[in-house]
């Protein structure tokens, strides 16, 4: 392993006498440039690094077979460092990039999207499908890496995991994922310390140790990080190519790239610019690694990440605020951001519970408003003493149409679920959020958190139908007499309900939980020695993914948990039938096998019956205890390293999918129709207003929910009343995040999780009538579960699922 | 004891300090054309109907046919089959009957969203035509440490018992012309200036909440008139708020089988603010909600 660095040119002596960037450019001009940027990227309607990226690694397979795979992988990512073709636009200030980490392929934000395009199996080739040949990578070449990569142990593997789900993922009764990006690496010691830093300690530790697994990662991951340094090169060398044909402040400019590059990320930061220009190589590398679409990478605790170099510099809040907004339109990706779901994160309080905004926090907030990016997600975390300043600077966001609107987290709540859990105390300030909601500890956590999906609403059909789908007539469930429950009779059946549903869940989670560990084997055969070295393994020595010792201090796999307004609402229906009409429990299992085809009235029966949302007592305490039973199943299972499963109740716009594959339920919901959103009701049956929305979710147990959950409110703008947005952010602090957040409680934890768009559906389809009128940039930006998108394009299931689950008569204020 | 309620919610500042959860009580005595929740109007209870939603087999006895229904049928139908085992989304009954230690019990689960200095509004329909419930039932709440509101049309002649029972009092004056009031809901004022000259001298939070109806009581003259009334009372410790005519709730006169007969109740450009400056002329202490 070599401990010092390749660095070519000037050796980053002193740079106190050049000028910085905000003495060549000024905070308007960066501005500019920033959105120059922006709109060049999106101009790209193709992504063929990752394909080049692919026949690199082809290529190191053979010339590496005889290395120990994460050697292998590391010098992998070295040649793909110094093959690569880098190139630095007119517009940029840093350089990298994540384009050749990402194939334009994320389902939601591609137009042809459709929700009975569902397969039931995440094929790691169906990448290659994605690419529409050109002159430069005909059909030939695309096809030869696709068989290539079809040869692979882990797609074989992964295909050996799938069958032990069998059937039962076709019909989405639960479904598994080997688990990519979705992590948070902590670059606070290595931009502290420098790469260089980091190969010392790295070097040292490959000293103290006797045991070869572990040398061998050390030795890895100090291999890998060897790429950072060769991309830092080669990008320097390029801007000093670019210099001999620029003239004044571009020139300028990118003398002072080619002098930073030539410093960071090998040796420390040392102020604000030098800080996101080693973050970006840093992450570039680090995406290039898992190749194609490592989706919902996050930054983690970005302001206080920051901050440190910002006071350094010192940088005012206008020039930060001008280097943000390049940093933002880093993680956009060619013409839709197909790099979804990486997350930033501001705000929050430390264990004492003092608040830890900073200025960086209201730089990046304000990087944030101007650019109106589709990504990366903004999250902001809250707690009971959050200073008014902020949700002040947070009341543009939620009100201005078309604008991003940020994940609000309630540190608070999250500290004891975590504790809960077993995050050391220690480490809570240092959570951070991954993906849409995964709470995550910064660089100690893997969580694998999309590793598992479990429909309730599907096994509840399988149950109520003897174990056979009411959408194909197939088998894939227990009869109720495989269940150890013989019924003679519907009435029976529907009598046993309950017991019946739990023993056919009990039975469908430990199939998931074996074909999930699979999943999860199959992708420790794709080690990740960088971003080891940022989650533990450089004290650890071990694999991120390793499936036989755990290289981080925490550990888990996530189970996203679909169903549970249906389900509960479902229950106490049915307990509601059998009390007022139990002659006809016959008539209601063919009614549910039917779809109600013949049976509209008894439909309507079913429809009237109380729904959760609504503050009726006994449907908030099915709901809750639904909830508790569930997940204390889940978190009794074993991962592949014998940690627990994680309940996540969150759907993001699996709802749409998955309840695409249920079919008729109890509460009156046809077949194929949506589930409810996450913890919240299903749209269109809470309609008593957000306080008793409220009421009903504060009954659900939080503290059992350390995966996490989503939970959306669609709010109509005409509720708040202030003069400013400053001042309609104090009214949503007063009016939704207080007694949501922060309100008395007598037991149990509050709610930790929420995201808003605040609009109407007339807003939406006059939108979608006329564009050009009402977002004349052509984007518009809207939530969708944990991620903004530009609601221009999506697919128009996924607008109408939007404009759906606004749902305000479950959110009105008066 | 129990009550009659036909809706409930939660509301900010609009009916009493904070955020506030709302009792609807069935039953009114007043029949003003422009009423908001017709629902609430027979102390009964009213059948709500949604016709795209109802079927001839929600009914055993054939009140329905086409998606109508044939309310004579109904009166004398008990119980109904339509709002128990034939239970359908186009058809409910407004009223549900709920303990005074029911709605104390809810009020409690609901005290995490009393935020603000909120509390329980006791509204309608008109309140005091369960007088004795409701007195029990503000009592229990304020015993246990809830503010409490009352919204009401201040006709009943016993009001006054219960101003210390009720910490924001809300009256609605709608006119200044007793003959005026009398044709149009039904109803006089002279229980009414009795009541709002004893809540004026003896209540600490009175607010006074004048409906501004086009046609009814905006012509040339009447902002003055109502100003004149108001002042020669002590409202030094009164509010009063002008409310613009909507028909928010009109859609709801179909629904319960009731002819809307409300013509073109919208205020001219510049009206509500006429009447408070005109107010506030007279010292009057105006507010917005």
């Known amino acids: ?814 | 004891m129990q009550l009659r309620v036909f809706q409930e919610g939660f509301n900010y500042a609009q009916d009493g300090p904070g955020n506030r959860l709302v009792y609807h009580l069935q039953g009114c005595n007043l029949r003003c054309p422009w009423c908001a929740n017709p629902e609430g109007l027979d102390p009964a209870g009213t059948l709500l109907v949604q016709a795209e939603w109802l079927t001839e087999a929600v009914c055993p006895h054939h009140a329905i046919r086409e998606h109508r229904l044939d309310r004579s049928r109904c009166a004398s139908c008990t119980p109904r089959p339509c709002l128990h085992e034939r239970r359908n989304q186009g058809i409910r009954c407004s009223a549900r009957v709920l303990t005074v230690a029911a709605l104390v019990d809810q009020a409690r689960r609901s005290a995490p969203l009393m935020f603000d200095g909120g509390g329980v509004t006791l509204s309608g329909g008109e309140p005091t035509l369960q007088f004795r419930a409701v007195a029990q039932l503000l009592g229990q709440l304020q015993a246990e440490g809830f503010h409490t509101a009352l919204e009401t049309n201040g006709t009943h002649p016993r009001l006054p018992e219960l101003f210390p029972l009720v910490d924001a009092l809300i009256l609605d004056v709608k006119h200044h012309d007793d003959a005026v009031l009398r044709r149009v809901t039904g109803v006089g004022d002279a229980v009414l200036r009795r009541n709002l000259a004893r809540a004026c001298a003896g209540h600490g939070d009175l607010r006074v909440r004048i409906p501004v109806v086009h046609g009814f009581n905006d012509a040339p003259g009447d902002a003055e008139r109502f100003a004149d009334a108001f002042a020669a009372l002590p409202t030094d410790r009164a509010t009063f708020e002008c409310l613009p005519f909507h028909e928010y709730g009109k859609i709801k006169w179909a629904q319960c089988g009731l002819p809307y007969r409300m013509g073109d109740g919208a205020l001219a450009a510049g009206t509500l603010e006429h009447f408070q400056a005109v107010f506030r002329a007279r010292n009057l202490r105006v507010v917005e909600t």
């Open chain 1, 1 to 814: 392993m070599r401990v010092q660095p390749v660095l070519s040119g000037p050796s980053g002596a002193c740079c106190e006498a050049e000028p910085s960037i905000h003495a060549i450019y000024d905070p308007e001009t960066l501005g500019r440039m920033a959105q120059a940027r922006f709109q060049e990227e999106r101009r790209l309607d193709r992504l063929d690094g990752w394909l080049r990226i692919k026949e690199i690694q082809r290529a190191a397979d053979g010339r590496l077979a005889g290395q120990p795979p994460m050697s292998r992988a590391a010098l992998t990512l070295q040649a793909m460092a110094r093959e690569l073709p880098l190139s630095l636009s007119e517009h940029a200030v840093f350089a990298g990039s994540q384009d050749d980490a990402f194939a334009r392929s994320y389902a939601l934000i591609n137009p042809a999207f459709k929700v009975d395009a569902f397969t039931g199996y995440c094929d790691p080739t169906a990448v290659f499908g994605d690419v529409t040949p050109n002159a430069e990578f005909p059909q030939a070449r695309i096809s030869a890496l696709r068989d290539y990569a079809q040869t692979l142990p882990f797609t074989r593997q992964l295909q050996a995991a799938y069958a032990l789900a069998g059937d039962c993922t076709h019909e989405a009764v639960f479904f598994i994922e080997q688990v990519t990006g979705h992590m948070i690496p902590d670059f606070r010691t290595v931009l502290r310390e420098g790469v260089v830093g980091l190969l010392e300690t790295l070097h040292g530790r490959l000293q103290e140790t006797e045991d070869p697994a572990r040398r061998e990662g050390y030795a890895a991951m100090g291999q890998a990080l060897e790429a950072v340094l060769i991309l830092a090169s080669r990008y320097a060398d390029l801007c000093r190519e670019q210099q001999a044909a620029a003239q004044g402040p571009r020139k300028q400019a990118l003398a002072l790239m080619e002098r930073t590059l030539r410093r960071v990320p090998a040796r420390p930061a040392y102020d604000l610019y030098s800080a996101i220009q080693a973050f970006l190589l840093l992450w570039q590398v680090m995406c290039l690694e898992q190749a194609p679409n490592p989706f919902a990478f996050s930054v983690g605790n970005a302001d206080r990440l920051f901050e440190p170099y910002r006071r350094l510099g010192p940088t005012s809040q206008a020039e930060s605020t001008a280097l943000f907004k390049h940093f933002l339109v880093f993680f956009n990706v060619a013409d839709r951001s197909w790099a979804i779901s990486q997350n930033v994160l501001v705000g929050g309080r430390s264990n004492r519970g003092e608040d830890l905004s900073s200025p960086s926090s209201y730089a990046l907030l304000d990087a944030y408003f101007a650019m109106n990016l589709p990504q990366p997600i903004l999250s902001v975390k809250l707690h009971r003493n959050t200073p008014p300043e902020l949700y002040r600077q947070l009341g543009r966001f939620f009100f201005t149409p078309g604008m991003l609107t940020p994940s609000l987290f309630n540190d608070d709540a999250l500290f004891q679920v975590l504790a809960r859990s077993g995050i050391a105390a220690g480490d809570l300030e240092d959570y951070a959020v991954a993906g849409c909601q995964e709470p995550l500890v910064m660089g100690k956590d893997n969580g694998n958190t999309t590793n598992s999906w479990l429909n309730l609403a599907k096994i509840l059909e399988l149950t109520l139908q003897d174990g056979v789908s009411a959408i194909t007539g197939q088998k894939l469930g227990l009869s109720h007499a495989e269940l150890g429950m013989p019924a003679r009779s519907a009435l029976e059946r529907l009598g046993t309900l309950r017991t019946a549903f739990y023993a056919q869940t009990e039975g469908m989670v430990d199939r998931m939980v074996a074909a999930a560990n699979a999943a999860s084997r199959a992708i420790a055969l794709l080690p990740v020695p960088f971003l080891s070295a940022f989650m533990g393994g450089a004290e650890t020595g071990i694999d991120t993914r390793d499936d036989r010792a755990q290289g981080t201090t925490y550990n888990g796999s996530g189970c996203l948990i679909h169903g549970l307004s249906v389900v509960a609402d479902a229950f106490v229906a049915v307990d509601q039938f059998l009390a007022e009409r139990p002659k006809d429990a016959e008539r209601l299992i063919a009614a549910l096998r039917t779809d109600f085809v013949h049976d509209e009235d008894l439909r309507q029966y079913l429809r009237a019956c109380p729904k959760f949302g609504n503050h009726v007592e006994r449907v908030d305490r099915e709901a809750r205890v639904v909830a508790q039973h569930i997940s204390r199943m889940v978190a009794g299972k074993r991962n592949y390293l014998g940690n627990p499963f994680r309940p996540d109740w969150s759907t993001p716009s699996t709802h749409l999918l998955y309840g695409h594959w249920v079919g008729a339920t109890p509460d009156g919901r046809k077949a194929r129709e949506m589930l409810g959103y996450g913890v919240d009701p299903l749209y269109g049956e809470a309609d008593s207003g957000l306080g008793f929305r409220v009421l009903s979710t504060l009954q659900l147990p939080f503290e059992l929910m350390n995966g996490g959950y989503a939970s959306h409110f669609g709010i109509d703008p005409a509720y708040f009343r202030g003069p400013t947005f400053e001042a309609k952010g104090l009214e949503f602090q007063t009016r939704i995040i207080a007694p949501l957040f922060f309100g008395q409680r007598s037991e149990g934890v509050a709610p930790f999780y929420l995201y808003v768009n605040v609009t109407t559906p007339d807003a939406l389809r006059r939108l979608l009538a006329d564009p050009a009128r009402y977002a004349p940039s052509g984007v518009y930006i809207v939530r969708i579960h944990g991620t903004f998108v530009n609601f221009l394009d999506l697919s128009p299931e996924i607008q109408q699922d939007i404009i759906q689950r606004l749902d305000l008569r479950s959110t009105a204020l008066a």
